[in-house]
């Protein structure tokens, strides 16, 4: 079966650090995709990182990066000098071809950003 | 207008009522889902279509029922409304690629209260 574990529930991080976001994932399919979506408290789901199985660097969009480390089955986002504005709740995400193309979702971690 | 339009955005309802939450979109995407999310328990895949004369069932479909009136149109139905259906719920649309990459495009959620 397959399965993505977000363990942290919650996350402080003081404004301007960086912080890590930890995810592992569980498959059998060698294809396949992980994403990061950020929810802000408005509720909408927004895309912020993908990363595929085969890539061979880490993903990176502007201050968000993926630590993909395959064999350890982990996708951990890390956020570079964190703003007010990433405080919200962050979802990992996997979607593959024994999947069916359809994406599972992790619990979620809430991040607090502290000026 | 957005590309995936839920309605409403928030609804209370009574116990035993039914009601339905509706989606459209101007992606032009074959696909489309549902999922509810939950605090702790993340989002969790509901029911979802990959054309107009195919439904599937998700993880959670007992209590819900789907109706896909054309490919811009999913709508979720909650046929007698119970309190443990208290959630947010999403719609979302992805491109008819198999392709891993393609991340959802999500509406702005619905937000239902049943009392």
């Known amino acids: 079966a397959q399965k993505i574990t977000q363990t942290q529930p919650g996350m402080f991080v003081q404004e301007k650090e960086a912080v890590t976001l930890d995810c592992t994932y569980d498959t059998s399919d060698p294809s396949y995709g992980l994403f990061w979506y950020k929810q802000p408290s408005s509720g909408e789901m927004i895309f912020l990182i993908y990363q595929g199985s085969y890539d061979q660097q880490n993903a990176t969009e502007g201050r968000y990066s993926l630590n993909f480390q395959k064999a350890r089955k982990s996708a951990n986002l890390v956020i570079s000098a964190s703003q007010l504005g990433d405080s919200a709740m962050y979802f990992c995400a996997m979607r593959s071809n024994t999947g069916g193309f359809k994406t599972i979702f992790g619990a979620g971690t809430r991040l607090f950003v502290k000026a | 207008d957005a590309d995936v339009t839920q309605t409403p955005r928030n609804r209370i309802t009574k116990t035993g009522k039914r009601i339905m939450l509706e989606c459209s979109q101007t992606k032009g995407h074959d696909r489309m889902y549902w999922y509810r999310q939950d605090p702790g328990l993340g989002l969790r895949l509901i029911y979802y279509?990959?054309?107009?004369?195919?439904?599937n069932k998700g993880e959670i479909s007992d209590g819900y029922s789907v109706s896909r009136q054309a490919q811009a149109k999913f709508s979720l139905s909650l046929e007698s409304a119970i309190p443990n259906q208290t959630a947010l719920y999403f719609c979302a649309t992805s491109d008819n690629r198999d392709n891993l990459s393609d991340g959802y495009t999500f509406g702005s959620g619905t937000r239902l209260t049943v009392v």
């Open positions: 279509s990959f054309d107009v004369k195919d439904i």
